[in-house]
């Protein structure tokens, strides 16, 4: 039983793998905010080289983490390896859509690691749409579920995941009555409620919301 759990965990295999190809710098993307009715939508970006050592622990998918323990890893994610968030409004969601908003999240992520010296010259995608800009410099490795089977991928998640939580907590005191503290701009019940009684604030995606 011990043995299964611990193959499931997120490695640097992939990373490593790649770093051995001739890649100096190898990033995970993965993004947060895709289905909420309220907020931005977010991406992390971590940046692995040769030196990284084995990720922290209790580093995985944010959806599988606690939300008490996730501030923590996110620090610890931080500490580990350079790391950066990026994101979109909602006016720029409803104005272009998710595929433009999730491409301008990479390259706004892409502009902050340039900044730093810390550009990757490929990168590892969650799922199975790539929507980096094909204009950037870098090539893309998509793989299913990475963010439970990669480690900068599953860093990636927590730190987006993190930024975007703590957003809407303090959003949440300007425009109170949606819950955002608890459901973070996603369609509850609570939510759902708030905005038949009290409608739309600046902050929602007005195209999901009818």
Request: glycine share 8%; hydrophobic share 40%.
């Amino acid at each position: 039983m011990t043995s299964a759990i611990t193959a499931a965990l997120p490695s640097l295999r992939l990373e490593r793998s790649l770093l051995r190809a001739g890649h100096e710098l190898v990033g995970g993307i993965d993004e947060v905010g895709r289905g909420p009715l309220a907020g931005p939508i977010y991406i992390g970006l971590v940046v692995i080289d040769a030196n990284t050592p084995t990720a922290p622990r209790g580093v995985r998918d944010s959806k599988a983490t606690k939300p008490s323990e996730r501030a923590q890893l996110a620090q610890s994610v931080k500490d580990w390896a350079w790391s950066t968030t990026a994101s979109v409004d909602a006016q720029f969601i409803d104005r272009f859509g998710l595929t433009q908003a999730l491409l301008e999240c990479v390259n706004i992520a892409y502009g902050n690691a340039d900044k730093a010296g810390m550009v990757p010259s490929v990168i590892i995608l969650d799922g199975t749409y790539n929507f980096c800009d094909p204009d950037l410099p870098l090539s893309v490795v998509m793989r299913k579920k990475a963010d439970q089977s990669v480690s900068s991928v599953a860093a990636a998640s927590i730190i987006a995941k993190v930024e975007r939580d703590e957003f809407m907590q303090e959003r949440s005191l300007d425009f109170p009555g949606y819950g955002w503290e608890r459901n973070s701009g996603y369609g509850t019940r609570e939510h759902l409620e708030a905005i038949k009684c009290l409608g739309l604030t600046k902050l929602h995606r007005a195209s999901f919301c009818h």
